[in-house]
């Protein structure tokens, strides 16, 4: 049972335009969801996080947007860039401060398009 | 700041054998983390330790797989007897007490 969903994917944005990246969770004793970034043969990089106490968090180009009630939070890109090509995993982490790991999404492949 | 480093990037080993693979978290961060990723999917957890203290264990990790984090630095993961089924990516994270976990470029297993 995946307790953290990304339903797309692949996602194909123009260079730009707004990513729009979802994710979906089940349980509700997630606190903290993050998002990571990966490229073909190299670990997963930290791009932002949110505490379930904030709906909105932005750093730069990024902005991660959690709703609580829907159990759903986005990351949104903007504007995108060719960089910006790679796989995006949403992870979410329970109050158990750590010890119990990251539970993460199957990722969507983002391709931004010239 | 050097990150989080793994030794092997990569390993090609017959079935059968054993595979140890070494991880060094970013310096004086005292949480670490092993994970493991296949095609397609998300990394899934496989144990933490917070120094040298293993404290949490996934069922993935069966009675073949070992780690150990002797001083609370570097750690390493053991899998004896390696299957087919073994073949992944192994990923390390360290975090320094926060929920944000660094992740080092992972070891690629290849079990034939």
């Known amino acids: 049972d995946q307790q953290v969903k990304q339903n797309s994917p692949s996602l194909s944005v123009q260079e730009g335009r707004i990513s729009i990246l979802n994710c979906d969770y089940t349980?509700?004793?997630?606190?903290?969801f993050l998002w990571y970034k990966k490229y073909p043969a190299e670990g997963p990089t930290f791009l932002i996080s949110?505490?379930?106490?904030?709906d909105k968090n932005e750093d730069g180009r990024f902005t991660v947007f959690l709703n609580k009630s829907a159990k759903h939070l986005s990351l949104h890109i903007v504007p995108s860039q060719p960089g910006d090509s790679a796989v995006y995993f949403c992870?979410?982490?329970?109050?158990?401060?750590?010890?119990?790991?990251?539970?993460f999404g199957k990722g969507t492949h983002l391709i931004i398009q010239p | 700041d050097t990150g989080v480093s793994q030794d092997p990037r990569h390993k090609i080993t017959k079935r059968g054998q054993n595979v140890t693979f070494r991880c060094d978290p970013i310096?004086?961060?005292?949480?670490l983390y092993w994970y493991r990723q296949t095609l397609g999917q998300g990394p899934e957890f496989l144990t933490y330790?917070?120094?040298?203290?293993?404290?949490?264990k996934s069922r993935l990790l069966s009675d073949r797989f070992s780690a150990e984090r002797p001083k609370g630095s570097f750690s390493t993961l053991e899998i004896q007897r390696t299957e087919q089924g073994d073949s992944a990516m192994y990923l390390c994270?360290?975090?320094?007490?926060?929920?944000?976990?660094?992740f080092g470029p992972g070891t690629r297993l290849t079990v034939l």
């Open positions: 330790f917070q120094n040298e203290a293993q404290l949490e």
């Open positions: 349980n509700s004793m997630f606190d903290y």
């Open positions: 992870a979410a982490s329970g109050a158990g401060g750590g010890a119990d790991g990251l539970t």
């Open positions: 949110i505490s379930s106490i904030k």
């Open positions: 994270a360290s975090s320094g007490g926060g929920a944000t976990q660094y």
């Open positions: 310096s004086e961060h005292n949480r």
